[in-house]
């Protein structure tokens, strides 16, 4: 905190030295609460300039012709993911609700499998953030057997919802 203020009316070309103290709550334990003091010197000085946002705009980035389009378009996605979102929570809690009550005997084999898929699942949303999950066991000194194992209650919940779900789907046609 603070740096920024010390950059504030200084021009291109400017030296001079910023000193700061690092807050208590720094991610970095050797600097919480550390003072610090940059040298700084200024080479260029930018501004973000946004384009007008007027139909001319969105005819050049949407299909749409006018902004009005375009925002009852986003209004009309924004509504219908909520209407989805919605839906998608209340059979959620349904199924949760049945299948908490529902006394149902779960192949051990069919636990095992979802701990893979979800395992998988797990490993591929990392990937795509550039994790790799064998750097994030050995980050959290876990063992591969040891994240399985905290996926089986999950797991379980899952086969036993799926295995609700198929019944009622059976048993109403």
Known sequence: PGFEDGVIGHNIGEEFTIDVTFPEEYHAEELKGAAASFNVKIHNIKAEVLPELDDEFVKDVSEFDTLDELKADIKKNQEESAKNEAKTAFMNAVVS??????????????????????????????????????MYLQYTGQSMEAFKEGLKPMAQMRVKG????????????
């Not at 009550?101 to 699942?121: G, K, L």
């Not at 609700?164 to 048993?171: F, G, L, P, S």
């Open 97 to 134: 609700v049945v299948a908490d009550n529902a006394e149902v005997e779960i192949p051990d084999a069919m636990i095992e499998n979802e701990v893979e898929a979800m395992a998988d699942e797990q490993a591929q949303r990392m990937s795509q953030q550039g994790i790799a999950l064998d």
């Open 162 to 173: 799926n295995l609700v779900i198929e019944a009622v789907a059976k048993e109403l046609n």
